[in-house]
């Protein structure tokens, strides 16, 4: 049995109120709409938000594109961006604590998990800054005599950022700072089930000295607050994380006006392990793998892929290790596995592990939600004997729930690895370098993990094949992502190759 917390009432909490920043001014919604949310640990009220309809999506708009057609932002130097972004940082870690509360009432998640995604957010906007300094472009001085060629790195314009509430504080990191670096103006939609945070950056910007208009924050739901965002014409590009579902409508929207867009989406992560595997690491990563954030994770390596010779073993020992996770209130220090998102969600799960039984899979451990007096929570839960065609073998959970399938030969794994629509992530262990390499390189994911699990830097490039999204976030090329390329191509000299003859021009 898994070890319960049971969360402590949140007696005398003073709920948070929160405006959106649009223009520089913390503004109430045109239409006096308001949002409130919940703990998901405690089902307590925490946070009211004024809630943007298309009417505040409109200003916000209009806001990011006079900051970018008129402003000071997109002219400044790479050097100044670059130091409004380090001290953006720097007050990030000095309020670290207050966003970390925030994202965890808000969320669901444990306390301590969240503060570590404060200082990895930390971390992405000073690597942001240290590229703002390094955007450049290229020359060819190669196209003869006549001609030189001058390829220019220009801020692409006005960015609409909609993320969704499993990382709320760090997946706007994974964004905003690089459209800034660029030297783009923004509109932030955060979910509005987790709101909270993305506020409080907006008054971190201002403090950092961003200007008045740069960046814009509206509150609301996705059709009222969001879809603007995703249509406009004045909005130039989406950087959009969420689920799949709403990626494809958000990429349809923009193809309207054809907007570039960037895609992260869901994931069905498979950790292939072998019988020469180093299994104590590897038992304990998988446990990691399936419960971080509760599961409500795109990178949750919610598929084991397991050698015949190994599977029973693999499975007694991971629910062995299952059971000593502890799970319950996200406001506990101690807490690994905090509350799931909304009860409706926890429902969904719920379904997916009855389904899955009622087509054969044994339940190993879990199976169903955890009744702890307030909020809403699901056990950890083992699903083995699981085929690959299954439901919960196939789609995004999102829960703390894993599957366990067998594999015999390398192709085989590889196979069912990659016999699902999603590709973001993925996991192989094998003390064998051969082995690794081969799983590595025909895995269609955009990162493997190799006797490791879901780590991840600044410096290295995040984002899925397939249906896990368009484009990559973070490594050196993230502020790139943020521009368009202009040629200069440049004549020296008296004009040669005349398409006219001469005794016409003369
Ligand atoms: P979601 O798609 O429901 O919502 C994401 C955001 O889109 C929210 O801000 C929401 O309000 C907004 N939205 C909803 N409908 C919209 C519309 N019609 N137009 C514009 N915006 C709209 O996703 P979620 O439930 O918040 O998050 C969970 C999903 O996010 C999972 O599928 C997960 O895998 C994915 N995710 C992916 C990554 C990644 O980096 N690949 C990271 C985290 C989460």
């Known amino acids: ?49 004024e809630a943007a309809t298309s009417v505040d999506a409109e200003r916000a708009i209009a806001s990011a594109r006079k900051a970018f057609d008129d402003g000071h932002w997109p002219r400044m130097t790479g050097v100044e961006r670059s130091r409004i972004l380090l001290r953006a940082a720097d007050i990030i870690d000095e309020r670290a604590d207050e966003l970390a509360f925030l994202d965890c009432i808000e969320s669901g998640k ?11 957010a930390a971390d992405i906007w000073r690597y942001a800054a240290a590229l703002a300094r390094d955007l450049h472009g290229e020359t060819y001085n190669t196209l003869g005599d006549g001609t030189l060629g001058v390829v220019l790195r220009e801020a692409i314009g006005v960015v609409s950022i909609i993320t969704p509430w499993n990382f709320p504080f760090l997946i706007v990191s994974q964004k905003l700072p690089f459209a800034l670096a660029a030297g783009c103006t923004a509109v932030v939609k955060p979910s509005e089930l987790t709101s909270g945070s993305t506020l409080v950056l907006g008054e971190i910007l201002e403090a950092a000295g961003v200007p008045a208009g740069v960046v814009n924050i509206i509150v609301g739901t996705g059709p009222e607050a969001g879809a603007p965002l995703t249509s406009h014409p004045d909005i130039d590009m989406v950087s959009f994380t969420g689920s799949t579902g709403i990626g494809r409508l958000t990429m349809a929207n923009a193809a309207q006006t054809l907007k570039k867009v960037s895609l992260e989406l869901g994931g069905k992560n498979p950790q292939i392990v072998f019988p020469d595997a180093n299994l104590d ?11 971080f954030n509760a599961g409500e994770c795109c990178n949750a390596g919610s598929r084991l892929i397991v050698h015949r010779d190994i599977v029973d073993e693999v499975t007694s ?11 319950g209130d996200p406001l506990d220090p101690s ?49 083995s004997s699981v085929a690959p065609d299954m439901a919960v073998a196939r789609e995004e959970v999102f829960g703390p729930v894993l599957s366990v399938l067998a594999f015999e030969t390398t192709d085989d794994a590889i196979r069912i690895a990659n016999s699902i629509d999603y590709g973001l992530s993925a996991g192989v262990w094998s003390r064998d370098f051969d082995t690794c390499l081969t799983v590595g390189r025909r895995v269609r ?56 003859p001469k005794e016409a021009r003369t």
């Open 317 to 327: 020992r991971v629910a062995a290790l299952s059971a000593k996770v502890k799970v």
């Open 281 to 291: 690491d590897f038992i304990d990563a998988a446990v990691f793998g399936a419960y």
């Open 445 to 500: 994911a955009g990162t493997v993990w190799m006797n490791t699990f879901m780590d991840g830097a600044s410096e290295l490039p995040f984002g899925g094949y397939r249906q896990s999204g368009i484009g990559r976030e973070l490594g050196r090329h993230a502020v790139e992502d943020y521009t368009e390329t202009k040629t200069l191509n440049m004549h020296i000299g008296p004009r040669t190759g005349h398409w006219m």
């Open 335 to 383: 807490t690994q596995v905090g509350a799931i998102i909304t009860p409706q969600h926890l429902a969904k799960i719920v379904t997916y592990v009855k389904s899955a039984s009622d087509n054969g899979a044994d339940v190993a451990i879990g199976g169903s939600a955890a009744d702890l007096g307030l909020g809403q929570f699901m056990e950890p839960t083992i699903l």
């Open 1 to 49: 049995m898994t070890v319960l917390m049971r969360p402590k009432p949140l007696d005398g909490f003073k709920v948070r109120e929160f405006k959106m920043l649009i223009d520089g001014k913390w503004t109430a919604g045109a239409e006096g709409k308001i949002l409130e949310r919940s703990s998901p640990g405690h089902g307590t009220v925490v946070s009211r938000y």
């Open 110 to 120: 444990p306390i301590s998990q969240a503060k570590g995604e404060l200082g990895g």
